[in-house]
């Protein structure tokens, strides 16, 4: 198994505005589907149809003296197939980790089955360990090598020949904009930087499945946009990729199906876009005016709105119905002020809150 890791997290990102809600394949999609397979995206490419990771009913409670249990992951199931970029998502303390990790053989389940390729996580660990490469949540730069000698160590460990070091350290090196840093020292990189090495060692090698556990977190826009670039290009080249974020914005973008979990528990999973389309089905209304009014905002309450926000000139309202949208935007027109308007359908970020929120009240 090859692992690296990263430290920390930062929170949750908003992306406004989503696609339009889909019907097509998976428009009969069952709501709050627990153990799903998932649906892909047409325009996405590698996909066969074979089971790449089979979770079933997998349980992990951690048993800590004068403590309470801690059931960190309570009966999740998903399946990932082949080729696939899957996202698990959750709040901190969903089990994410907790899950990669039984999935990598670095923690045995207290019961379930998981396997990879086949391969039972338990039963067949070393077998597990060879299709897979993990870049865990924790820190595994080596700190006193260079950047270069990270990739080539990390290389050399996994028995790639030196002329084939050096080739794809070079392709590594370029791809993740590393090129100007390769002979700073790991100790002497940003913490951001310190990550993108981390990401970029574990395409130095070619395994079948790679685990990103909160891969780009503390990257900037540049780091995060070539990680992405190159998640994408691996993906292409048909690797199954099952990735952990807590940015909905980038589990949009990248992901062909997702889990959200929550206290170790699955409250949703399916394609992208069926998980954007279940649960519940906002649009946003997006109002520009010269100037806002109490009026104005008088009359939008009128539609009960889910949830809306005032900026300066601009109201964002959510509502459930199209009806009310479409009443909103009637109304902001007579009002003569308004300046721009938008209805787009919910984002992922809607998706999750609402789900979370729902499943929060039902357990509460
Ligand atoms: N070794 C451990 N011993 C006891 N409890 C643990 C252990 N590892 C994780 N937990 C607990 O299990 C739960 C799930 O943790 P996990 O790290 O899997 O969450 P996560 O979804 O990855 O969170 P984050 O987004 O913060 O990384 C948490 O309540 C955590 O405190
Ligand atoms: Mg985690």
């Known amino acids: ?179 100007e840093h390769q002979h700073e020292k790991g100790v002497d990189l940003s913490g951001g930087l310190k990550r993108r090495v981390q990401v970029a060692k574990i395409f130095m090698i070619d395994t079948p499945i790679v685990f990103l556990d909160e891969a780009t977190t503390g990257m900037d826009t540049f780091n995060k946009r070539a990680t992405l670039q190159a998640i994408r290009e691996e993906s292409r080249k048909g690797r199954t990729i099952v990735l952990t974020t807590h940015m909905l914005d980038e589990a949009e973008e990248l992901c062909d199906a997702l889990a959200i979990v929550n206290h170790g528990r699955v409250i949703a999973a399916g394609s992208t876009d069926n998980v954007k389309s279940m649960g519940l089905r906002l649009l946003n209304v997006s109002l520009t005016f010269e100037r806002l009014t109490n009026d104005i905002l008088r009359f939008i309450h009128a539609y009960h709105p889910y949830k809306i926000e005032t900026s300066d000139h601009s109201i964002e309202v959510k509502v459930r119905e199209e009806e009310a949208a479409l009443g909103i935007l009637a109304g902001a027109r007579q009002t003569g002020l308004l300046r721009h308007f938008e209805i787009t359908n919910a984002s992922l970020e809607d998706v999750f809150v609402e789900l979370i929120d729902k499943k929060e009240s039902v357990t509460s």
Request: charged share 25%; glycine share 10%.
């Open 1 to 179: 198994m090859i692992v690296s890791s990263f430290v920390g997290y930062r929170g949750v990102n908003i992306k406004r505005g989503g696609g339009k809600c889909k019907g097509g394949p998976g428009s009969n999609f069952p709501e709050m589907l627990v153990d799903c397979p998932s649906f892909s995206k047409p325009q996405r490419h590698m996909y066969d149809d074979t089971t790449a990771i089979d979770v079933v009913d997998l349980l992990k409670v951690f048993e800590k003296k004068n403590r309470a249990a801690v059931r960190a992951v309570d009966y999740i199931s998903f399946r990932v197939r082949r080729g696939e970029i899957f996202g698990l998502l959750g709040p901190n303390g969903a089990g994410k980790s907790t899950t990669i990790k039984i999935l990598t053989t670095l923690l045995p389940p207290t019961s379930g089955s998981a396997s990879i390729l086949g391969y039972d996580v338990v039963s067949h660990p070393l077998e597990v360990r060879k299709s897979i490469c993990v870049v865990v949540q924790e820190n595994a730069v080596e700190l006193y090598l260079s950047v270069r000698n990270n990739l080539r160590t990390f290389g050399r460990f996994h028995g790639l020949t030196w002329s084939e070091i050096e080739r794809r350290a070079d392709g590594v090196s370029e791809l993740f904009g590393l090129r």
